[in-house]
């Protein structure tokens, strides 16, 4: 019986550094000509400039959140019928004046204000009515000061308004010029006409008053205003 011949040995030597190398060439991404096994990660540079672009994005959120902020806090301190400043809003700003008063002997004023005949609107036209009154005595108010003076509304019918560098003759002469511009006032309402009067104190702000200082004795000399007005001894 022939015996099979042999099988041919193979060259187990040579075949080896082909094998390391076709192995090596699997296991290395991105080489042109290979097998690439598995998604190739993302290039360091890609990832810096999207990352930038988030950092970029969330500043941008964060300023319109900070203004819109500001925005809130700033209208906490308005009157949103007349948009003028409320009485928190006016007695802060009073405070920094007196300060700046104190500090700098500085002159001003303030005029306190409370309107005639205003109930009467109320009873006969409604609270709508009177909203218009309150809206155009404001809008009167304000064509009648500099852009450095302020305009509030205290609440109701109460309006006061803070003049800076002025005298007390001045004071005096422009208290009587508000009191003219609201009576001459005429806002319409449901085809009505409606007038109202005002009677103004004046208190000049003083290096040593508080706030509540000020605003007691514009007050007290509103009142005697509105006896003056009423007794029918009114300056003109």
């Given amino acids: 019986m022939k015996r099979k011949p042999a099988a041919p ?4 030597a040579s075949s080896r550094p082909l094998l390391k190398r076709r192995r090596e060439e699997r296991r290395a991404p991105g080489v042109s000509g290979t097998l690439e096994l598995g998604a190739s990660k993302p290039r360091p540079r890609s990832v810096a400039v999207r990352l930038a672009g988030e950092v970029e994005r969330l500043a941008a959120e964060l300023e319109l959140f900070r203004a819109r902020i500001a925005e809130l806090e700033a209208r906490v301190d308005i009157d949103p019928l007349t948009e003028t400043l409320n009485r928190r809003g006016f007695e802060r700003e009073l405070t920094r004046s007196l300060a ?3 500090r700098y002997e500085a002159s001003a004023a303030l005029i ?3 309107l005639d005949r205003f109930k009467p609107v109320n009873d006969r036209y409604g609270h709508a009515a009177g909203d218009a009154v309150l809206k155009a005595i404001a809008a009167a108010l304000l064509q009648q000061v500099r852009a450095s003076d302020l305009v509030a ?3 109701g019918d109460e309006f006061v308004v803070l003049l800076w560098n002025v005298s007390g003759a ?3 002469a422009k208290a009587l010029a508000l009191e003219a511009a609201i009576s001459a006032a ?7 006409t409606l007038t109202v009067g005002a009677s103004a104190g004046v208190a000049l702000l003083r290096p040593l008053d508080s706030a509540a ?8 000399a509103m009142y005697a205003r509105k006896a003056e007005r009423q007794a029918g001894l009114v300056r003109r």
């Fill in 9 to 12: 040995r193979r060259n187990t």
């Fill in 100 to 102: 700046y008063v104190k």
């Fill in 112 to 114: 306190y204000i409370d």
């Fill in 153 to 155: 509304r205290l609440g």
């Fill in 170 to 172: 001045v004071a005096a």
């Fill in 186 to 192: 005429r806002p319409r309402f449901a085809n009505a």
């Fill in 213 to 220: 200082d000020v605003l007691s004795r514009a007050d007290a």
